[in-house]
């Protein structure tokens, strides 16, 4: 490794750093910290946030431009060492000794039904294409690395609004793979959020795919 790269992975180490220590900050109280340039900063800020791992909201300072403040992603904290997943997993072990497998599905479907009001609340009542645009952002900073593809419709008589969210990174690997219910819950979950829409699984990691996939499809009128 040379030593440019070195030192462009440490700077970008040292903000993520930053930034978990402080819990949000502007470009350039990091570059004064970090004693380098804003431009140099603005650069290492835009790959992080191009990679999931940071994000930014504008506040308002008096009668100037907004400014940036950047806070870390899900996927940004999870760059540092905990044992979040394997105390999650090894719970739900114990729920299963404890009260048996169905009743521990039953906790988790609770907990994704949950969820499900969670993002419903979120996404409010604006128009399919906004919601589901607000349903990704949210599962992006969450740690999901999901992307949203909008369908083009084949025929004209089949124009209902269609959309594909790929996910390529699952936050709960772990606990998915000791109990692939899971994915199920959060099958329904997306169902449950989008309550006029179908929504149907087109890729699945566990069976080894590189992704999971929904196919959201309008129910029309």
């Known amino acids: 490794m040379t030593r440019a790269t070195t030192q462009h992975t440490s700077t970008k180490g040292d903000i993520l750093q930053y930034l ?5 900050a502007k470009a350039q109280t990091l570059a ?19 990679e999931g791992l940071i994000q930014h909201r504008s506040v308002q300072a008096g ?9 870390l992603t899900s996927a940004g904290r999870d760059r540092f060492p ?3 997943d394997e105390f999650a997993v090894s719970l739900l072990d114990t729920l299963v000794e404890t009260v048996g497998r169905d009743r521990t599905g039953e906790v988790l479907g609770k907990q994704w039904e949950r969820k499900a009001e969670f993002y419903r609340e979120q996404l409010g009542q604006a128009s399919l ?8 952002a949210l599962r992006r900073a969450e740690g999901y690395m999901a992307e949203l593809v909008e369908l083009e419709s084949e025929t004209q008589a089949d124009s209902l609004p269609s959309f594909v969210i ?6 709960i690997s772990n606990v998915a793979e000791s109990f692939p219910s899971v994915c199920g819950h959060e099958l329904q979950m997306f169902a449950q959020a989008l309550p ?16 999971c996939g929904y196919l959201i499809r309008s129910k029309g009128s």
């Open 166 to 171: 790929a996910e390529y990174n699952c936050a």
């Open 63 to 71: 009668m100037g431009r907004p400014q940036h403040l950047y806070e």
């Open 129 to 136: 294409h906004d919601r589901v645009l607000n349903l990704v």
């Open 196 to 211: 006029d829409c179908h929504v149907k699984r087109t890729h699945w990691m566990i069976n080894g795919e590189n992704r």
């Open 82 to 84: 905990s044992h979040y």
């Open 20 to 24: 978990l220590k402080q819990g949000q």
């Open 32 to 50: 004064e910290v970090l004693k380098i340039s804003p431009q140099a900063i603005r650069r290492h800020l835009k790959d992080l946030e191009g």
